[in-house]
């Protein structure tokens, strides 16, 4: 059930995103944040996946964008295109998925700021984080071509 709610969820990222052009994609409306575009939401919503599937669940290392320096860096990967983000964002949750058939809801691993957490854990956060920045996809993609959806 875990899965197939963040699978709806993912694949509502993608029904965000259809047929937007590029201008728009890259578009920062908000002037509270100035990094959210519905790219740079595609792009956070790649590395997330990776850090907690990858890194956390199986203590990979960290290829992320953001560094102490710049922890924002990964939204300002929404200025490519549209397209190869969520090309990567496909590839990341598919490794995701794959990830979670090889281990139990109680397998654990650690969050980047030293927690133990479980698979079943990193599932139901990992719900609430695509469907939160869904919601900005709604606005984002509203505020774009007023386009309005689900």
Wanted: with cysteine; glycine share 10%; aromatic share 6%.
């Amino acid at each position: 059930m875990l899965m197939s709610w963040l699978d709806w969820h993912r694949s509502t990222v993608w029904e965000k995103c259809a047929g937007l052009t590029a201008d728009l994609a890259r578009s920062t409306p908000l002037p509270t944040s100035p990094l959210m575009s519905v790219g740079g939401v595609v792009a956070h919503l790649r590395w997330v996946e990776a850090a907690w599937f990858e890194i956390c669940l199986l203590g990979r290392p960290d290829r992320g964008h953001y560094t102490a320096a710049d922890p924002d860096a990964e939204w300002r990967g929404g200025r490519r295109p549209l397209g190869e983000l969520l090309a990567e964002y496909a590839e990341q949750c598919e490794r995701s998925r794959e990830i979670t058939a090889r281990l139990g809801m109680d397998d654990s691993g650690r969050a980047l700021d030293g927690r133990t957490v479980t698979l079943r854990w990193v599932l139901v956060h990992m719900i609430e984080e695509t469907a939160r920045h869904n919601g900005h996809l709604d606005l984002l993609r509203e505020l774009a071509d007023g386009t309005t959806g689900e």
